[in-house]
């Protein structure tokens, strides 16, 4: 085996690594944060958190008539 072939297994392999991290990440560990993720409530009002977008009302936003 060359040194580029084994450099080119390397790299697919890191590769195929990181996308089970990320697919972990994105179905696991995130829904799993905001299901179980129970701040206290003056988390809510000191500005820790902040509301970004609600899905219920982007959805009356952009529904169709």
């Known amino acids: 085996m060359t040194e ?3 450099e ?3 790299v697919a392999e ?3 690594a990181w996308a ?3 697919w972990s990440i994105q179905h696991v560990l995130f829904p799993s944060m905001r ?3 129970k701040p206290p409530n003056s988390m809510a009002t ?3 958190f902040v509301r970004v977008a609600s899905l ?3 959805y009356r936003t952009f529904e169709r008539r």
Do not use: V
Request: proline share 0%; no cysteine; hydrophobic share 45%.
């Open 46 to 48: 000191n500005g820790a």
């Open 35 to 37: 299901f179980f993720f």
């Open 56 to 58: 219920e009302k982007l």
């Open 8 to 10: 080119h297994e390397l």
């Open 14 to 16: 890191a590769e195929s």
């Open 20 to 22: 089970l991290s990320e």
């Open 4 to 6: 580029n072939e084994i």
